[in-house]
């Protein structure tokens, strides 16, 4: 249990993860009293969206792996191919928020419906920010600060709009697989759609300023502790994780 504590202690985005993970396991309990409460079987949509929500998470702790702590050169196709991969899920990850329009369906136990949908939308946003941190610093690595502004700053804008595909035309992440010509058509068909840019453009600039807090957050955190850099492979098979600024 020690030796447990002390990977957590030692690698702070690690020990984000397990509170969020934490947090997921809280709201999953919550969400379990309550149908058990009312025995009606409502708010598994929230669950799966939760799971969708990690999977750019995990996808870019691989991807930060094969920049930063592998010991040989990562295979840069490898690298494109994470990327995209992430690129494609990453909207999930907040758009969890937007299930909060479910709570008009709320008749009982109104105040738990809240606490829930909001407890899950809330590990959706950060699961999705520190993702998205994680992704900055790996692209930043390679091409340099600005490239990594503009990347993520182009990504936060691209998963605004994928959350109107997702509620409004309820696209999902492997449609462009399955579906790809049709999703492409609808997309190309939303460029004179003022809802649909209102909708991104509103979604983006909330993700983005978001992302700016959790920031500015980690910089206070910094300058009242600093915390040594570590970004590069360290001892045994852990993997060390820093703060520093891109």
Request: glycine share 6%; proline share 3%.
């Amino acid at each position: 249990m020690t030796k447990v504590t002390n990977i957590f202690n030692q690698n702070p985005i690690l020990k984000l993860v397990g509170v969020l993970a934490l947090f997921s396991i809280t709201c999953t309990f919550l969400l379990g009293f309550k149908i058990i409460e009312l025995s009606r079987f409502r708010g598994f949509f929230l669950i799966w969206n939760l799971f969708l929500a990690w999977i750019p998470l995990f996808i870019s702790l691989m991807l930060y792996q094969k920049i930063f702590t592998s010991s040989e050169n990562p295979k840069k196709w490898v690298l494109i191919l994470l990327t995209f991969v992430w690129l494609l899920f990453f909207p999930n990850a907040p758009y969890i928020i937007s299930d909060i329009i479910h709570m008009r369906k709320s008749v009982q136990l109104v105040w738990l419906d809240a606490l829930i949908i909001f407890g899950f939308a809330t590990i959706g946003l950060n699961v999705g920010l520190l993702s998205l941190f994680i992704v900055q610093k790996s692209v930043s690595k390679i091409y340099g600060k600005g490239f990594g502004w503009t990347f993520i700053s182009s990504t936060i804008f691209l998963s605004g709009f994928g959350i109107y595909l997702g509620r409004d035309l309820r696209y999902n992440s492997w449609d462009i697989i399955t579906r790809p010509w049709e999703l492409l058509l609808d997309c190309l068909s939303q460029w004179n759609n003022l809802h649909a840019w209102n909708m991104s453009i509103a979604y983006a600039m909330f993700i983005f300023m978001a992302y700016l807090m959790i920031r500015s957050f980690v910089e206070l955190g910094q300058q009242e502790q600093p915390v040594e850099d570590t970004s590069t492979y360290s001892q045994g098979n852990k993997i060390r994780f820093s703060f520093n600024n891109d």
